[in-house]
């Protein structure tokens, strides 16, 4: 499912129109984006985590011509699923 598919789906199951749907699903990834870019969770029960965690700096190679690169320190975001979600997507 892409962004514009997800927008539609959020549309359909709500008495929203496309518009509106794409403006609430903006402002969800600008809050997450926001909250994580402070350093803070983003905890949804039932859904799942969104965390940022810090990856250190390592050595990697070049699969080309198997020259060494180092690979900068950088921050990610994770997701963790939470208990509901992986519970209804194995059942």
Known sequence: MNKQELISAMSAKSELTKEQSGAALEAFI?????SL???DEVRLLGFGNFVVSRREAKMGRNPQTGQ???IKAA???RF???????DKINS
Do not use: C, F, I, R
């Open 80 to 86: 963790k699923v939470g208990k509901g979600l992986k």
């Open 68 to 70: 060494q690169v180092e």
């Open 37 to 39: 870019k402070a350093g």
């Open 30 to 34: 600008d809050s997450v984006t926001d």
């Open 75 to 77: 921050n990610v975001a």
